[in-house]
């Protein structure tokens, strides 16, 4: 098994002109990365993570790329961007508190404040607004590119803090891309929960 970044750039060199036993290697070879990224995302480890969540999700992003992955695209960045996606829909199935989110710079936050012994009808109303602030900003997301809704996940949604130069490499695009693509995305997601009136 490819184990040295020599070996891994050769067989995405190969997968990338179709060579389909080579993706096969490849698959295999990133899915223990790819298990370690996925927890880190997930924030599940170890004891963490009986129910092997991490690896299920993991295994959901290697089977989709080899069944859709083409020559000529990018492994690595498919592979990471699947799997991000796949982990965002996992913590969606999650039962967590919301979290604040903060778009940065004078920009909108987004702030869910928790109650120090809630009535059993500010329990129930403080779900409803958490479920309907999480609907408008799964609406808001939905309004990103593709890479812009990935840049923003990876830096902001992860439960691993990652640099903008990190996740350039799991994409495989430059430093200075992925900062545009963050700062695009959380001016477009400001304005969206700003017309929604959700957020300060």
Same mark, same amino acid.
């Given at each position: 098994? %490819?184990?040295?970044?020599?070996?891994?750039?050769?067989?995405?060199?190969?997968?990338?002109?179709?060579?389909?036993? %080579?993706?096969?290697?490849?698959?295999?070879?990133?899915?223990?990365?790819?298990?370690?990224?996925?927890?880190?995302?997930?924030?599940?480890?170890?004891?963490?993570?009986?129910?092997?969540?991490?690896?299920?999700?993991?295994?959901?992003?290697?089977?989709?790329?080899?069944?859709?992955?083409?020559?000529?695209?990018?492994?690595?960045?498919?592979?990471?961007?699947?799997?991000?996606?796949?982990?965002?829909?996992?913590?969606?199935?999650?039962?967590?508190?919301?979290?604040?989110?903060?778009?940065?710079?004078?920009?909108?936050?987004?702030?869910?404040?928790?109650?120090?012994?809630?009535?059993?009808?500010?329990?129930?109303?403080?779900?409803?607004?958490?479920?309907?602030?999480?609907?408008?900003?799964?609406?808001?997301?939905?309004?990103?590119?593709?890479?812009?809704?990935?840049?923003?996940?990876?830096?902001?949604?992860?439960?691993?803090?990652?640099?903008?130069?990190?996740?350039?490499?799991?994409?495989?695009?430059?430093?200075?891309?992925?900062?545009?693509?963050?700062?695009? %995305?959380?001016?477009?997601?400001?304005?969206?929960?700003?017309?929604?009136?959700?957020?300060?």
């Amino acid at each position: 098994m %490819a184990q040295t970044d020599e070996e891994l750039a050769a067989l995405e060199t190969r997968a990338s002109k179709g060579d389909r036993r %080579a993706l096969s290697e490849l698959c295999e070879a990133y899915q223990p990365r790819l298990v370690r990224f996925c927890a880190r995302f997930l924030g599940l480890r170890g004891a963490r993570d009986p129910g092997h969540t991490a690896e299920d999700v993991a295994q959901d992003a290697i089977l989709r790329v080899y069944a859709k992955y083409r020559s000529g695209g990018n492994f690595q960045g498919f592979l990471y961007t699947v799997a991000v996606h796949l982990c965002i829909d996992e913590r969606k199935r999650q039962v967590k508190e919301p979290k604040l989110i903060d778009l940065g710079d004078g920009d909108a936050n987004i702030v869910m404040r928790s109650e120090t012994n809630p009535t059993p009808d500010r329990v129930a109303a403080n779900r409803e607004v958490h479920r309907e602030v999480h609907r408008v900003f799964e609406r808001c997301r939905s309004n990103l590119t593709d890479e812009e809704r990935t840049v923003f996940d990876l830096f902001v949604l992860s439960e691993e803090t990652l640099s903008f130069r990190k996740i350039g490499k799991l994409i495989g695009r430059a430093t200075h891309t992925v900062i545009s693509r963050y700062k695009s %995305a959380r001016l477009k997601l400001a304005r969206c929960l700003k017309e929604a009136g959700i957020c300060e």
